[in-house]
């Protein structure tokens, strides 16, 4: 049972449940003819958003316009299907301060990365180029094309647990480098469009956090490392230049295993 704290327009409410828990309630109609302490029509829900204890204090719902609020959820409910993944209240908040700031501020934003994002994020940046479809046509705002990117960063960050925008921003560097030597080691261009690409992405982005934190779950029998090393004697080759790369640029050590590891997937990679 959950009853109505604040009505932020017919289709967005704020509600608590029986816990005292507040959340954020997407539905048609939800919110009509609604006053505080008001039951919810449960049938109406199309999605519920449970903003963590810091969420509620860093993040105040009357932050927020509802439109900024319906765009933001609508721009998520995108990025889950294309992506197959659930995302929780942190992107909603996420993309609500930056499509706040956006839609006020039409100033360039010089930040280089902007370039790389649609060639090593290919599946986030078509959601950002779908992001800027809806605003314009629910909002009839046009705004840059380089938000696309900067969106496709919200979903990027997203999909990584215990990460932040500065760390995304550091992952992205990383990858550009490591793409980078792969593509020059090998003589081609990675088609980024492919499903491949984007579960090496995905395999590099957790070594790349591994690594930030310290940590070394990844564990390989001696003999399984050792055979892997003489058959795929190129791609670790390859992982070695990353390594090198990884430890000048980082001052990151590698272990043997986590090396294997990417070894098999950038042999995964190439001969794909």
Partial sequence: MMTIVKTLNNNIVL????????KVLFGTGIGFKKKRGDMV????????FTPNEEEQHSHKIDNYTPEVLSIAAKIIDIGEAELNQKFG?????????????????????????????????YKEYQIGKQALALIQQELAVQL?????????????????????????????????????????LYGTVLDKTT?????????????????KNKKTSLKMDEQIRELIQERYMKS?????????????????????????????????????
Wanted: one cysteine or more; glycine letters at 2%; charged letters at 25%.
């Fill in 41 to 48: 029509d449960e049938t109406l829900i199309s999605k519920i």
């Fill in 144 to 184: 840059l094309p380089e938000e696309a990117a900067f969106i496709a960063l919200h979903f990027v960050n997203g999909q990584i647990d215990q990460s932040n925008m500065a760390d995304t921003l550091q992952i992205t560097e990383v990858i550009k480098k490591i793409v980078k030597i792969v593509q020059t």
């Fill in 236 to 272: 670790y080759a390859c992982g070695l230049l990353i390594k090198d790369m990884l430890d000048r640029d980082y001052h990151w050590k590698i272990s043997e295993d986590e090396l294997v590891y990417l070894v098999i997937h950038i042999e995964r990679i190439t001969t794909k």
């Fill in 195 to 211: 499903a491949d690409y984007s579960r090496f992405i995905t395999h590099i982005r957790y070594f790349i956090m591994r690594q």
């Fill in 89 to 121: 209240t942190g992107l909603l908040f996420s993309l609500a301060d930056h499509l706040t700031f956006s839609l006020n501020n039409s100033v360039e934003n010089e930040n280089p990365i902007k370039w790389e994002i649609p060639h090593l994020y």
């Fill in 15 to 22: 509600v608590r449940d029986d816990q005292g828990t507040e």
